[in-house]
């Protein structure tokens, strides 16, 4: 079992930052992979950011070059340092850690962005 919890939304103007987390706890070892996702009202969940065990890193296009996936073993959380934020960044944000055979998620952190 996976614990994961995120932390950071909240409310920013277009053009600003935010960092997210996402402390895992449990069985960590076992992860292969962390993620983010975010959901924007109506829209289905998207795929945004991940960071392998082995550090390689993936975006989605809609957010290269301006948020950055990353992770801190020692303190068992991966982050998502988000700049250059725009209205259509509003969502939900949510932590996905997979392993092998079986994936864990947070309970999400809302993150909105004013024009």
């Known amino acids: 079992q996976v614990q994961l919890v995120e932390s950071g939304g909240g409310l920013v103007q277009a053009g600003g930052s935010l960092r997210l987390s996402c402390a895992a706890s449990?069985?960590?070892?076992?992860?292969?992979?962390m993620a983010w996702f975010r959901q924007a009202p109506g829209k289905q969940r998207e795929f945004i950011a991940a960071?392998?065990?082995?550090?390689?890193?993936d975006y989605a296009d809609s957010v290269k070059g301006r948020f950055t996936i990353s992770g801190d073993n020692a303190k068992n959380t991966v982050y998502l340092q988000m700049n250059d934020l725009k209205p259509e960044d509003t969502a939900i944000y949510y932590c996905?850690?997979?392993?092998?055979?079986?994936?864990?998620w947070g309970q999400g952190t809302q993150v909105t962005v004013s024009s």
């Open positions: 449990g069985s960590i070892s076992s992860i292969n992979t």
């Open positions: 996905r850690a997979l392993q092998a055979t079986w994936d864990y």
């Open positions: 960071i392998s065990k082995g550090g390689t890193t």
